[in-house]
């Protein structure tokens, strides 16, 4: 089996079933990455145990006592690695195809002005659609199926450690980097299964994640006189969810955005009314890559 010079960061807490079972569809892989660096969250002594009884190679563990969230751990495993392009997984996602991650080197090579590769994502029970050649530049990307170059992630402040991160922490990310004229490219060449149903989306704790952490990301990217439109959109957002009658959690959502904001004030850092508007705009209209 032959290496190749990528570097994988995997966050994960309390999932060590899921996480044995995603390194090893990994290292199935030909060429299968370097190095596999695990963040283990919140303490967790269980997956720590499980991996250093393992008889796993090319293994780093990280660890921290306190709850960090996924970008936290992305965040210490992307600064641990030692290769320039570095694949994101979560620890029940794994790619489909053996030869995924030497296309991620050709899909880098061929696209310099690209920050992040993003894959195609599939979940349990759905359709999974040919490996064709098809590139389009998006605004955002999923982190359990993307990969980085290493070198203009330490240009940012990386993410910001949220314990319940959804709809903040790869479109936080994405945003910045679009402000600094970098790229995201999304490839259906790429394929990764994400073994989930996606049924934890609808616990209370999420529901009010998603609409502090909206507030959240207008309070430390948008400029203040793009304040409106934040608000709009967490106003859409609560909508959403009681449209699909997603009602536990609205109001400890809303309850939640002042102390949320407090305690992550110092990560403020806007951009520009332009670079919001140009933001918004990719993730209406994604632009299909002619190559």
């Known amino acids: 089996m032959n290496n190749c010079n990528i570097s994988v960061v995997i966050p994960t807490y309390q999932r060590s079933e899921q996480l044995l079972k995603a390194i090893n569809q990994l290292l ?112 955002d990307f999923v982190g359990c199926g993307c990969a980085y170059r290493q070198s203009v992630f330490q240009q940012t402040s990386g993410y910001v450690p949220l314990p319940l991160a959804y709809g903040m922490e790869e479109v936080d990310f994405s945003l910045r980097l679009h402000a600094m004229g970098w790229q995201v490219v999304q490839s259906q060449w790429l394929r990764v299964f994400h073994d989930t149903k996606l049924e934890h989306h609808q616990r209370p704790q999420v529901t009010a994640a998603s609409i502090a952490n909206q507030a959240l990301l207008t309070y430390l990217r948008y400029p203040t006189e793009l304040w409106w439109l934040g608000i709009a959109q967490c106003l859409n957002r609560i909508i959403w969810l009681i449209q699909h009658q997603r009602f536990s959690g609205i109001f400890g959502g809303i309850w939640m955005i002042p102390q949320l904001i407090k305690a992550n004030y110092s990560y403020r850092q806007t951009v520009s009314s332009d670079s919001l508007q140009s933001f918004i705009n990719l993730r209406r209209h994604s632009i299909p890559i002619d190559y």
């Open 28 to 139: 199935e892989c030909d060429p299968c990455p370097d190095e596999i660096i695990i963040h283990i969250d919140g303490g967790d002594t269980v997956t720590e145990s499980m991996l250093q009884t393992s008889e796993l190679q090319n293994i780093v563990m990280l660890r921290s006592s306190t709850q960090m969230g996924p970008g936290g751990g992305r965040n210490r495993a992307i600064a641990q690695a030692k290769h320039p392009i570095i694949a994101s997984f979560d620890d029940d996602s794994y790619p489909i195809d053996k030869d995924y991650f030497q296309r991620l080197l050709n899909l880098f090579e061929a696209y310099p002005n690209a920050a992040v590769i993003a894959a195609a994502i599939y979940h349990q029970n759905e359709t999974i659609a040919p490996d064709q050649r098809s590139d389009t530049q998006v605004a």
